[in-house]
Structure formats: C-alpha cells, structure tokens
C-alpha cells in the first residue's frame, strides 16, 4: 500500500512537471530533499536515543508494566490479541499518554518500541498483525489534548483567544479516533 | 497550562529514575542499553523517513494539488466550504510540516480568530499524519504487508476532518 502511495506520488510529481513545464523545480528537488530527509532525521535522532535509554529503565524496573496495568481496562479491550503482562503494551501506553499531552517526540520512540516488541511475537514477519494495524490507527488518530504548537502559532499571529481552538480540537479528534477504533474493530470481528 | 507540560517531563524523567533506583536497578548501564537500542533504532527508520520526505516534497514542488483542487472547486462552494481550507485538508494525512505551512499562511492572510483561521486551527490539531506514520512504524520493523491498516487510516482521518467542519460551524459559525 505504502509502495503504491509513494510511486504514485513520483510519478505524479515528475510527470506533471514535465506537462507544465515546471521541470527545473523539480530537478532542485532531487538534488535536495534527501538533505532536508536527513536534517529530519538528525532532528529527531537525539532525543529518540535520549527517550529510549530513560524508558530501558522503566522497562526494566517495571514501571512500564504499572503504567499498562493502570489502563488495562482500556487496552485489554483494544487488543484482545494481546496477553496482560505483554511487553508492548507498556509501550503503547506510555505512547498514547505522550501524545496526549503533546510531546511527540517522546511518543515516537515509545510507539516504535511498542511496535518492536510487538513484531517479536508475529509469526508472519511481513505482514501486520491485529494488535499493530489496533495500535497505529489509536495513534494516527492523534488523540492530542493541548495542541501546542497551534495554539503557539495562534499567538505569534495575533490570536485574542489563542486557546479557545483546544475543546473543538479534541471533540474533532474524538471522533476521527472512535470512528477509526470502530471500523477496525468491525473488520476484526468480520474476520472470526 | 504551560507550567504543567514544563513540569511534566522532568517529573517524568524523575519518577522512572526513582522507581528504577528502588527496585536496584542499575539505572546507569540500563539507560546505555536503552541508548544503544534507540540508536539502532534511528538506523531502521533512515530509508523510510529519506525516502516518504523525498516523496512528498516532490509532490508538493510539482503544485500539482493546487491545479486538482480547481476542478472541484465550484463542488464545495455549493457547500459554502472555504476553498482555501481544501488542500490543508488534504495534505494533512500526508505531511504534517506541508498543513502547519498552509495553517500559518491562512492565520496571515485572514487572522487566527476568523472563521477559517479556527477551522484550520481545529484540522491541524484533531489527526496526525497517517501516511508518514504508517510508513515510519511498519518500516522500522520491516512489515510490507499492512492489510486493512490504510484504509481504516485514511476513513479515521476523513471522520477527523468532517467532524473539524461541523464542530467549527457549531462553535464558531
């Protein structure tokens, strides 16, 4: 799916501007996007070292399972494919709290460890299993409460009430994560 | 509310190095193991993230969105959606720095607290960028076959979006 989306969009890109003549843009591109891909990369790479060493302790102390173990009731339901003590969802846990609270950069290296820890148990190596697919719509889902960096931009631009836009954003992704949450779950009970 | 999230991570940070320090925990070495994990983690994810950035940024150069977008354009002001808002929407699955970009010009031309301005504010907020985290996620762990997980992505995000118009009108309009 992936591979189909990103052909697509070279595709689209080149052969448009070559109908445009807008081909000139294009070749710069080329030339310096793969720096603006590492500069990303460079970005994020500090602190996702940073966050992964700090939650090896929580791992190991077992504080991650203290956190899964709060929201049980919650993720049991989510992902019944998943035993109680499963590493992952420690991981999942602390990953969604990040992203409620707005640090994505935190919630990265947690999702990505949750997704580690659950491919260890995939007997199907390339293909995504229930838990996965559960996991990444819950995060595309974006279930963020304080939008920062909006309500930043808000100000910077002048806003009279920067943070009056919070209660519209989370009943908006309130319902872009349940309506996710509800058509997987569907297809999974489709599938027994 | 900016005292709290300044407070938040170092009280984070603290409470596992406690908890660590009391279960006896070799907090030092296990902090290296961790660091060590995530830096191989960092090395995974290259290709993906070089190559989605690539992708998208040729995309966005081409402006082929914008020409798109004009074919529908009489479609949505039947609807009295803002014409500006669309390719905002559009993009945001795709490149969360691509929706901020428009959000920020929008805020310029016609000020945060229009109606727009709060539309935008309440689309950047309510999904994240499902196609950059699809890509990232199964990518770092070498999944190729993702199954129903796009679309379910996708059909979440339009939910998202639709939902950002009415709530807006309710609130705003």
Redo the contacts between chains.
Sequence with gaps: ???V??AA??F???G??LI?G?IE??NN??LT??T???N??LE??PL????????????????LNVFARVLNPILSKLFPSLPKEHKALGYIASNVGA?M???GS?A??F???A??E??KDNPC????TEA??TF??L????V?L?????IS??LI?????????I???I???S???F???F??YM?RRKKR | MNTISKVIIPLFVLIIILYGVKKKVNVYDTFLEGAKEGLIMVFHITPTIMAMVFAVNLFLDSNFLEAALSFVKPLFKLINVPMDILPMALLRPISGTASMAIMNDIFINFGPDSFIGRLASTLQGCTDTTIYVLALYFGSIKITKTRYSLPVGLFADLMGIIAAFIITFIFFG
């Design positions: 799916m992936v591979n989306i990103w969009l070279i689209i890109a080149i448009y501007s445009t807008n843009v294009i591109g080329i996007h793969a603006t891909g590492i990303l990369i994020m790479m996702m070292i940073l966050w992964t060493g700090i939650m090896k302790i929580a791992e190991v102390s077992g504080l992203n609270l707005g640090l935190a990265t290296p999702g990505l460890k997704m580690e659950l491919q190596k390339d293909t995504a996965m697919i990444l719509v995060n595309t889902g974006g963020t304080i939008p920062t960096t909006v931009l808000r631009n002048g806003s009279v009430n920067p943070t009056e836009i209660i519209t954003s009943l908006a992704t319902v872009s994560s309506a996710g949450l058509l997987d297809i």
